[in-house]
Every structure is written in structure tokens, then in C-alpha cells.
Nanobody
């Protein structure tokens, strides 16, 4: 079992930045691919970013490329999502995800509870 707890969400103006954090506990964190999804009101949950257990094989949704950066610290059992140049359309609940597979795009084994990000225009 892996427990994921997100933090760092909040209200920010368009063009601003936020850094989301995901603290993992439980099984060996470094064995898991990690990443982020988001869900806006009335929309399906969508992929945002992912990286492999070793921190390589990064992948981003086209909508966030060049603005968001995902990273992980296996020593601290943490995953981060640095979000810059935020837009109102980035408003959503952001979920941390863990996968025993190669990537969270193939399967998600654990979810966090989510953190709200609101970007005002």
C-alpha cells in the first residue's frame, strides 16, 4: 500500500506560479512511476505529467509543456509539480498518482486525495 498526500494548491492570478508537492509513504517509493492528473469541474480527469521510477522518461500533456516541470526526490519520498505561467484553464483539482508499471499512463495503482488549484484571470 502507498499513501499519497498532495499539498501546495491555492488561488493564484494568471501568469503566476505554484509548486505542488506529493508526499508518499508505505511501500518502496522508488519502485513506482509517479505523476499528476487533474480534473476540472464537469470534465474528465486528464493526464498532466509523469516520470519513471528513476526520474527519467518524463512526459507532459501538450497543454502544459514548457510551463510545468515534474520532478521527484526518492530520498525524501516526494514528487513535485512546478507550475509556471498559469492560465485560468489550468484551474482544476490536481491528483498525485503512483504506478507499479513503467508509467502512470498505462495504469494507476494509487491516488492522492487531490489539491485544488484556482487561477483567476
Amino acid at each position: 500500500q502507498v499513501q499519497l498526500v498532495e499539498s501546495g494548491g491555492g488561488l493564484v492570478q494568471a501568469g503566476g506560479s505554484l509548486r505542488l508537492s506529493c508526499a508518499a509513504s508505505g511501500r518502496t517509493f522508488s519502485n513506482y512511476a509517479m505523476g499528476w492528473f487533474r480534473q476540472a469541474p464537469g470534465k474528465e480527469r486528464e493526464f498532466v505529467a509523469s516520470l519513471s521510477w528513476g526520474g527519467g522518461s518524463l512526459s507532459y500533456a501538450d497543454s502544459v509543456k514548457s510551463r510545468f516541470t515534474i520532478s521527484r526526490d526518492n530520498a525524501e519520498n516526494m514528487v513535485y509539480l512546478q507550475m509556471n505561467s498559469l492560465k485560468p484553464e489550468d484551474t482544476a483539482v490536481y491528483y498525485c498518482a503512483a504506478s507499479i508499471g513503467l508509467t502512470i499512463l498505462s495504469r494507476v495503482d494509487y491516488w492522492g486525495q487531490g489539491t485544488q488549484v484556482t487561477v483567476s484571470s
